[in-house]
Structure formats: structure tokens, C-alpha cells
């Protein structure tokens, strides 16, 4: 029998939620120093009421929930599920108070597509927005491609506690033995990326003829939002702000350098480069990258709409690689995508929904999964073929030789089916409030597979209950449903026993 | 006959390339506009981008922004670029819109002819309003406190009882 919620459980939850209230609080004294470097005055009184709204939750929680006993798994997922709410909430304090948003409601919608990576926007002006506030959007982007737990994991967490937690955050590969110095692990990577990334992306800005100060600005924003496969971007414009194939070039390395697992970075970083010839992984993403394009190719029929063959790669391939990767970045304004041919428009809406890499920072079904599928389908025909005593085993390479089971393939498939559930239900809706089923397909896997390609629906005018389901699409899709679901179960069971 | 279609379609080459047009109107009709020359007002945003023989410059109007290529003798006129604290120049740019520019790989732009401006951007003073100002300080001033105490009974409640 299962049991029921106990009042321990609300007392651990409230207070790793205190603790997590307490971490986002110290987190923004980042874009408060950047508000000071730049004298934005302003926004730094925004920061200010945000960090001490979250210092005096934080200290609430903490007060009234004392250190508790151990967690266990039913806890880690509710307290990641709701952190990832709450880190909504507190987060969008902030933006909104910039001015920059229409209600409360979109200044969530754009935190949550922060946090999840997603990408889509809804802020008002964007080109007239602070540098401190610019900045709070990219650094969300990069807390939340790691995960927010990750964040709190390497300060707060104790050792056991962190890995019910960790695996809550839709992350389940140990690259080392213990779940804190994976996160470190995770962390080192991100943050030297972060430096050579940021630094190459101001290179070529500088070659371009900005100043150094708005150059590195730039380029760290773009790093935090492409590695992170976010897809926010300083300017309303995007990528097409920056009108240079290089700087775009750049970005397709980084987004593929963030949509590849965070286990081949470790081999490569110790020294195996082999593996990145090897892992299945990889094999799958380049595989169905091209097998996307070639969809994409064939709904154009050979009509090269952007002019000679060069513009049309560029522009059609990047849209792809940016779907795929789950990043969103764009280099042609969302109307011109929405008069791509229909078949194009499937074909990116399946590279979106296939996604990139597990334990990467995007989103989608995955295609590790999708490599499972393809093994344990090849399993099945072998076995059919051999003599009913046989045994057929079926090997992938993903840091190392692995063997598929029934277990790994029914877990890839309930996500899979969710996923699948997920995009739909948006779809659906969008269809219920008058756009066309095409376009809400795009933009509902866009918002589930925390991708940001979009063809025109997001935007402030859209109805608020698809802002809502755009949420939560966004939250679900990022933390692949187990822990929503049984926080589901935590609150309908409260509700019931009141 | 002959002469209605003349007239007919002249009004329209003037309904199109006479007037000012809005960059929203440009982007969401773009095959209406294509090759032809434009005339769009709005706010220059942003930063330069050095070009081969001229520059970049994006301009907005209507909630949205399109890139501009000027030539290299246009630069000295533009003053002011819009971003936080400040208002861009205000333009009226004359030019040919290109819904697919062959000579910058495909994107959708406007290359300007002329430039004129017609008002001038300027440094805007950053106003912080009063209340939020006694907000931040009232809210600091109470969590501070809050926090204080609750520190001080966990303090408390950890100390032996037999003390």
C-alpha cells in the first residue's frame, strides 16, 4: 500500500523550499551588481525587493520547518517540482517590476521559459529593457539549463538528499560516483565554456565594430541562453540583430556543444576523444538532424526561396539545428516561418519534438530514447528470427557498453507517450481558440520541448489560458513529468484529507 | 481604358513607395514590398555593425525592428541609438526593401538611399518613482527585523536547557 502524505513530508518540503527560496535570493545579487557597474538605479530597487522577498521566505520556511530526517524520493520530486514553481513566481518579480510586462501572468510565462530553457517571450520592448534586468533573463536561462536544483545541490544539499533530488530534475546519469561532484563537475564545464564561449561570440562582435563593453555583454548573454538552449537573445531581433553569418555560425556550435550529454563532455575533457565517434547518443542526433533536414529540403521541393543555395542553407538549416537542439535561436522573423511549405513545418516541428541530447540541457523526447526504440525493435526481430531458446542481448555504447532491458525501455516509452500527450493537448487548445491546428502543433511542441521557434501565436494577446497551459508545458516538458505528477497526487491528497 | 489602368496603378506605386510605411506592415506583407522603394519612420536601436562598404543599423517602429544597410557617409548623422536611458534617433528612411536580399544572404532588409532625421534622440534621466524607492526601504526595513528575530529564537531554542 502506498502511504499517505504525513505532515513530516510538508515539514521536509518546506524546508528545502526554504532553502531554495534562500539560494534564488543570492542569486540576484548578480544583476544587481550589474545594475550598478551600468548606474541603472532602478532596476537595482527592483532586485532589491525581489532578493529580500526571497531572504524572508526563505528564513520563514526555515524557522518553522527545522532541519529535518533524510529525504526520500516521494519528497525530492515534490521539492523540485515546486521549486521550479516557486522559482517562477519569485523570479518574475523582478521583470515585472521593470515595466516591461503587460500583467504578473506574463512575467511568469517568461521566467518559467527562462528557467525551462524554452525561449518563448512575451516582454514589451525588449530593445528599451536594463542591462541588469537583460542579464537576470540570460542568467535564468543558464541556473535553469543546469537545473535549479543544481544550483542549491552544490551549497545546500547533503549527500543522499541530493541525489533523490537531482534525478527529480529529469537528470539520471552519474557521470561521477556521487551526485555533488557531478554537479561541480557539471558547473566547471558550463562556467569554462561559458568564458571561451562568451569571449569568441564579443570576438566576432568587436570585428563587427562594437565596443568591447557591449560586445562581451552581448556575447555572454547569447553564451547563457545558446548553451543553455534557451534562445533568449538581448534584442527583439534575435540572431537576425547581429546580421553575420559567423556570429550565427558560432551560436550552431554552441547550441550543439550544449545539446550533447554532459557525460561525452566528461570523456572528451578526460581525454577520450573516441567517444565522441562512438556514443550512440551522438550517432543518433547527427542521424536524425539530417533525416530532419532532408524533410525539411523536400517540403521546399527544390525551391531555393531565400535566394541562391548559400542563403537558403543558412537559413533553413539554422531553423532546423535551432529546433533540434531545442534552442529557438532564429535568423528570420516568426511570420516567414509561418509561410514555410506545410511539409517543412512538419519537418521541424519533429526535430523539436525529438530534441537533443540526455543529461544536455534541452528538451524533448530525447534522442537517446528514440535510440532505444530503434535497439529494442532490432531486439524483437532478432528474437523472432532465432530459435525460441536463444537469448538475444542487445548492446548500445554510451560511455560504456550497456545492455538493453524491458525496464529502460518502458520508462523511455512512458515519457515518450507523455511527451507525446503533452504536445497534442497544446495543439488542442490552440485549436479550440481559433488558430490553425499546424500552427498550434508548432507552437505547443515549441513550448513542450522548451525549443522558442515560434510562428506568431506566442504573444500578449493570447488568451490567458493558453499562457497558463504554455506553463505548464514548459514546466512538465523540462522536468519530464514524474515529479509534476506526484506533486499532483501530494496537493490531491492534501485537498482531500482537509 | 488604358489610361484607368495607368492611373490605377500609379496610385498604388504612390500608395506604396509615397507614403511612410510601418515596418510591421513591411514584415507581415513582405511579397506587396518587395524590391521596391519604401519610405518607414522610426526609432534607430541598438549598435553599429561595420559592414563591407557600409553598416547596419535596426531600426524600430510598431513593436518591431528591421535592419537597415546604409552606406559608410550616413554614419556621422546618427547620433543617438535607442537602449535603456536612451531614445535613438528619430528617422525617415528612404530605400529599396528586399524580402530576400541577395547581397546579405537572404535576410529581409531595407537598403537606405536617404536618411533624414527627423527628431533627435536624446539621454533620458533615469526616473526611479517615490514609492517604489519607500516600498524597497519599508520592505527591507521589516524582513530585516523579521529575519533578526527569527535568528535570535532559533538561537534560543538551540541553547542546553540548563543553562
Not at chain 1, 548492446?395 to 500527450?421: G, W
Not at chain 1, 491546428?437 to 489560458?465: C, H, R, W
Amino acid at each position: 500500500m502506498i502511504p499517505d502524505f504525513s505532515k513530516d513530508d510538508i515539514t521536509v518540503v518546506s524546508h528545502y523550499l526554504g532553502k531554495i527560496f534562500v539560494a534564488l535570493g543570492i542569486v540576484q545579487i548578480l544583476p544587481i551588481l550589474v545594475g550598478f557597474i551600468c548606474m541603472e538605479m532602478a532596476a537595482v530597487i527592483d532586485f532589491f525587493i525581489s532578493i529580500i522577498t526571497c531572504l524572508s521566505f526563505g528564513s520563514i520556511l526555515l524557522y518553522f520547518s527545522p532541519l529535518p530526517q533524510e529525504l526520500n524520493w516521494r519528497q525530492g520530486m515534490i521539492i523540485v517540482a515546486l521549486s521550479w514553481f516557486i522559482a517562477m513566481c519569485v523570479s518574475a518579480l523582478p521583470l515585472y517590476l521593470s515595466g516591461h510586462f503587460e500583467c504578473f501572468l506574463d512575467a511568469c510565462f517568461e521566467s518559467m521559459s527562462a528557467y525551462a530553457t524554452t525561449g518563448l517571450i512575451l516582454i514589451q520592448d525588449l530593445d528599451h529593457l536594463s542591462h541588469a534586468h537583460n542579464f537576470w533573463r540570460h542568467l535564468m536561462c543558464f541556473i535553469g539549463g543546469q537545473g535549479i536544483i543544481l544550483v542549491a545541490l552544490v551549497f545546500f544539499f547533503r549527500g543522499g538528499d541530493a541525489l533523490r533530488i537531482y534525478i527529480g530534475e529529469a537528470r539520471d546519469d552519474k557521470i561521477l560516483p556521487n551526485s555533488i561532484t557531478t554537479a561541480k563537475f557539471i558547473w566547471m564545464v558550463s562556467f569554462t565554456y561559458l568564458i571561451i564561449g562568451s569571449f569568441l561570440l564579443a570576438f566576432v562582435l568587436m570585428f563587427h565594430g562594437l565596443p568591447f563593453t557591449r560586445a562581451i555583454f552581448h556575447g555572454l548573454c547569447i553564451f547563457m541562453a545558446g548553451w543553455d538552449t534557451a534562445g533568449f537573445a538581448p534584442q527583439s531581433l534575435n540572431i537576425l540583430y547581429y546580421h553575420s553569418f559567423v556570429f550565427e555560425l558560432v551560436t550552431i556550435i554552441i547550441v550543439l556543444l550544449g545539446a550533447t550529454s554532459f557525460g561525452v563532455h566528461y570523456a572528451v575533457w578526460t581525454g577520450k576523444y573516441r567517444e565522441l565517434k562512438e556514443d550512440f547518443e551522438v550517432k543518433i542526433l547527427m542521424f536524425t538532424i539530417f533525416m530532419t533536414y532532408i524533410v525539411v529540403l523536400i517540403g521546399f521541393s527544390g525551391n531555393l526561396v531565400f535566394g541562391d543555395p548559400v542563403s537558403f542553407f543558412r537559413h533553413t538549416f539554422y531553423q532546423l539545428i535551432s529546433g533540434h537542439t531545442g534552442v529557438g535561436y532564429t535568423n528570420i522573423y516568426s511570420s516567414q516561418l509561418a509561410t514555410w511549405p506545410e511539409l517543412a513545418i512538419i519537418g521541424v516541428i519533429i526535430a523539436m519534438a525529438i530534441g537533443g541530447c540526455m543529461n544536455s540541457t534541452a528538451g524533448g523526447i530525447k534522442v537517446f530514447r528514440l535510440g532505444l526504440f530503434y535497439k529494442s525493435m532490432k531486439r524483437e526481430i532478432r528474437k523472432l528470427s532465432y530459435p525460441e531458446s536463444s537469448y538475444i542481448r542487445e548492446y548500445f555504447h554510451h560511455q560504456r557498453e550497456i545492455s538493453i532491458d524491458d525496464n529502460m525501455v518502458k520508462t523511455a516509452m512512458v515519457i515518450t507517450i507523455c511527451y507525446i500527450l503533452l504536445y497534442l493537448s497544446g495543439a488542442l487548445m490552440g485549436t479550440f481558440f481559433g488558430y490553425g491546428f499546424l500552427p498550434s502543433l508548432f507552437e505547443s511542441v515549441s513550448a513542450a520541448a522548451n525549443v522558442g521557434l515560434s510562428v506568431g501565436i506566442t504573444d500578449t494577446s493570447m488568451p490567458a489560458l493558453m499562457k497558463m497551459w504554455y506553463i505548464f508545458e514548459m514546466w512538465a516538458g523540462r522536468l519530464e513529468f514524474f515529479a509534476i505528477f506526484i506533486l499532483i497526487r501530494f496537493l490531491v491528497k492534501t485537498v482531500k484529507k482537509r | 481604358m488604358r489610361i484607368i489602368r495607368i492611373v490605377i496603378s500609379g496610385m498604388a506605386v504612390f500608395c506604396i513607395a509615397g507614403w511612410a510605411q510601418t515596418v510591421r506592415a513591411l514584415i507581415t506583407n513582405p511579397d506587396m514590398f518587395d524590391e521596391k522603394t519604401v519610405i518607414v519612420e522610426g526609432e534607430l536601436i541598438g549598435d553599429i555593425f561595420k559592414g563591407r562598404s557600409g553598416f547596419w543599423v535596426n531600426m524600430l517602429d510598431s513593436g518591431m525592428a528591421i535592419g537597415v544597410w546604409f552606406h559608410d557617409s550616413e554614419k556621422e548623422k546618427i547620433k543617438f541609438l535607442g537602449k535603456y536611458g536612451v531614445v535613438g534617433d528619430f528617422v525617415r528612411i528612404t530605400g529599396v526593401f528586399h524580402k530576400r536580399c541577395i547581397q546579405h544572404s537572404g535576410d529581409m532588409d531595407i537598403h537606405a538611399s536617404t536618411l533624414e532625421i527627423l527628431k533627435r534622440g536624446t539621454e533620458k534621466k533615469e526616473e526611479i518613482p517615490v514609492e517604489k524607492v519607500i516600498f524597497a526601504f519599508s520592505l527591507g526595513v521589516v524582513s530585516l527585523a523579521a529575519i533578526g528575530i527569527l535568528h535570535l529564537l532559533s538561537r534560543k531554542e538551540s541553547l542546553p536547557h540548563n543553562r
